[in-house]
Nanobody
């Protein structure tokens, strides 16, 4: 079992930046792939990015490529989502999620069903 807690959300103007954090407790976090998803009101949960347990492999949604980066510090049980050049359409609740399987051997890492562990989410609002 692993518990995830997101933080760092808030209100920012278009073009601004935010850094979200995903803190983990419980099982050895360094063995987990971690993904970020987002969900806007009235829309389905959407894949944003995922990172392998080592940090060596990442996959991004096309909508955030070049603007968002992901990193992790396994010594601190933290994963960071750096969001730059934010747009109003980035407004959503952002969730981090974790899974123990080998990201590089999977093809469904972009689907919420791949991740059994989820945080409660943090709101990101980008004003125009």
């Amino acid at each position: 079992q692993v518990q995830l807690t997101e933080s760092g959300g808030g209100l920012v103007q278009a073009g601004g930046s935010l850094r979200l954090s995903c803190a983990a407790s419980g099982r050895t976090f360094s063995r987990f792939a971690v993904g970020w998803f987002r969900q806007a009101p009235g829309k389905e949960r959407e894949f944003v990015v995922t990172v392998s347990w080592s940090g060596g492999r990442t996959y991004f949604a096309d909508s955030v490529k070049g603007r968002f980066t992901i990193s992790r510090d396994n010594t601190k049980n933290l994963v960071y989502l750096q969001m730059n050049s934010l747009k109003p359409e980035d407004t959503a609740v952002y969730y981090c999620a974790a899974d123990l399987t080998d990201l590089t051997r999977a093809s469904n890492w972009h689907q919420p069903s791949y991740y059994p562990y989820w945080g409660q989410g943090t709101q990101v609002t980008v004003s125009s």
